[in-house]
């Protein structure tokens, strides 16, 4: 039972975190724009360059505009798994919660 326990703790606190990429597609352009600032600082060389080449794929001017397009399908998860690896996705969500100021939490 204990174990069971732990593993839906963990899969909650795994669902919630990977969730909040999600609240990218509702920023409005001014929020989507300076969080995906900080989340392009805060990940890999790697991940940049696939943001880049998703932009180029998009025909997109910037990062926004990339989010907007993979936001179109209402699965963002799925578009993303198109330009980014696994553990690309898993480093944006990463980011997204840490720059997210609504996260209540400090930087």
Known sequence: MKAFLVCMLLATFA?????????LCDKNDGQLKRE????RRSISAAANQSF???ARDLRC???????????V???????????FTRAQITEIHNAAT???????HHH
Do not use: T, W
């Open 52 to 54: 880049d080449n998703a």
């Open 15 to 23: 669902a919630l975190s990977f969730a909040h990429h999600l609240e």
């Open 98 to 104: 840490a720059c997210d100021p609504s996260a209540g």
């Open 36 to 39: 995906l600032q900080c989340i």
């Open 61 to 71: 001017r910037d990062n926004s505009c990339v989010i907007r397009k993979l936001c």
């Open 73 to 83: 399908g209402n699965d963002l998860e799925k578009a993303m798994a198109k330009y």
